[in-house]
């Protein structure tokens, strides 16, 4: 059974730091691409940042870019996800999803097959 297990949640107040892990089992990274989105209260679901397991390649949203880094253990099965200087915006349920390595738009939820359990992260001001 694919599985993959979203865990480093938290309530940090501005500027401050977290890094989310996301372990999956059932596959390798090799093979897939690994995506984090997150969701506010009321708000879509949005595409944050994504790693091929295949050459490492990376993408971000705009709102994120310089500030989160994603990287990856395709050994352990592992993708990490670094936040820094988060801000209020930045609250919301994050996701890790698992997809084919060959997709083209990164950000689309329909691109992903897997999905973990998503953890809360909540930034005060």
């Known amino acids: 059974e694919v599985q993959l297990q979203a865990s480093g949640g938290g ?6 730091s977290l890094r989310l892990s996301c372990t999956a089992s059932g596959f390798t990274f090799d093979s897939y691409a690994i995506g984090w989105f997150r969701q506010a209260p009321g708000k879509e679901r ?14 971000y949203a705009d709102s994120v870019k310089g500030r989160f880094t994603i990287s990856s253990d395709n050994a352990k099965n592992t993708v990490y996800l670094e936040m820094r200087s988060l801000k209020p915006e930045d609250t919301a349920v994050y996701y890790c999803a698992a997809g084919g390595a060959g997709m083209v738009h990164w950000d689309l939820e329909s691109e992903y097959d897997y999905w973990g359990q998503g953890t809360q992260v909540t930034v005060s001001s």
């Open 46 to 59: 949005e595409g944050v940042s994504r790693i091929r397991g295949s050459n490492g390649r990376t993408n």
């Open 11 to 16: 309530s940090v107040q501005a500027g401050g």
